[in-house]
């Protein structure tokens, strides 16, 4: 059954500015890279995009790194291989990136992004050091604002669509049993992916997987205090945390 996210029910006070900033680079990167022919963009990809193979000496010519090599790290995030990848990542980012910023403020939620994307990053190269293809995509950050929306806000409601035949039903589903899922599946796609490399496909499972730990973990160590914030309501649930998201 699939569930396709259109409404986070948890209210914002502050305007998401640095999420619409990251949106607009993100999509103007896409149509820069849309611009470009076939061999401009397989040089573009190669500078820009992460190749784990490139960090594991398995590629000839390239077992000397300098700084410059490791940019990709945080590059590969602001690139896309397709208008659906895009669109996707964008929708998501869209929906449950305002909450978390407005919970950090605008500097602290930026650099939680970057970090979590940088952990995917890491946890990607780490798990296919063999892997020749660039890998791309905001997904790993992305993953960590999921993570920290779970871990902030379990008991909100997500509205999704679920097709049934053709016809859409709107449903009302817990933030963890919504994100829990999504994480569970990651998880089995990974692991098909070390059993069965084959099968694995073109998609970075491990930095979902990072990307999303990364956000659980950190994203209510940067929440404003109630000081500078107003008090949670209840839907917003805590499932054995405080306020901030401790235990």
């Known amino acids: 059954m699939q569930m396709i996210p259109i409404r986070n029910t948890i209210p914002s006070r502050y305007p998401p500015v640095t999420t619409w900033i990251l949106i607009a680079i993100n999509c103007l990167v896409f149509l820069?890279?849309?611009?470009?022919?076939?061999?401009?963009?397989?040089?573009f990809l190669r500078q820009f995009a992460l190749i784990p193979a490139r960090y594991s000496e398995l590629v000839p010519g390239e077992s000397d790194l300098s700084t410059e090599d490791f940019v990709p790290f945080l590059t590969m995030m602001f690139l896309h291989g397709g208008?659906?990848?895009l669109v996707t990542n964008m929708w998501t980012l869209w929906l449950f990136g305002p909450t978390i910023e407005d919970r950090q403020g605008h500097g602290r939620?930026?650099?939680?992004?970057?970090?979590?994307?940088?952990?995917?990053?890491?946890a990607h190269v780490m798990f296919n050091p063999?892997?020749?293809?660039?890998?791309?995509?905001?997904?790993?950050?992305?993953?960590g604002i999921l993570?920290?929306?779970?871990?902030?806000?379990p008991l909100a409601r997500v509205v999704v669509i679920v097709p049934i035949l053709f016809i859409p039903i709107f449903i009302e589903v817990y933030a963890f049993a919504f994100i829990g899922l999504w994480f569970f599946l990651q998880v089995l796609q990974s692991t098909v992916g070390?059993?069965?490399?084959?099968?694995?496909?073109?998609?970075?499972?491990?930095?979902?997987?990072?990307?999303?730990?990364?956000?659980?973990?950190l994203g209510p160590l940067l929440v404003q205090s109630e000081q500078r914030y107003r008090a949670y309501y209840p839907d917003e649930g805590r499932l054995g945390f405080d306020t901030?998201?401790?235990?």
């Open 109 to 122: 939620y930026l650099a939680f992004y970057l970090a979590c994307g940088l952990t995917a990053s890491i």
């Open 194 to 217: 070390l059993l069965q490399p084959s099968s694995a496909g073109d998609v970075a499972w491990w930095a979902h997987i990072g990307g999303f730990i990364a956000g659980f973990a």
């Open 32 to 43: 820069f890279q849309q611009g470009l022919d076939p061999d401009e963009l397989e040089l």
């Open 83 to 85: 208008w659906l990848h």
């Open 147 to 153: 993570g920290a929306y779970m871990r902030l806000f």
């Open 130 to 143: 063999s892997s020749i293809s660039p890998a791309l995509g905001a997904s790993g950050a992305i993953a």
């Open 244 to 247: 901030d998201g401790r235990i």
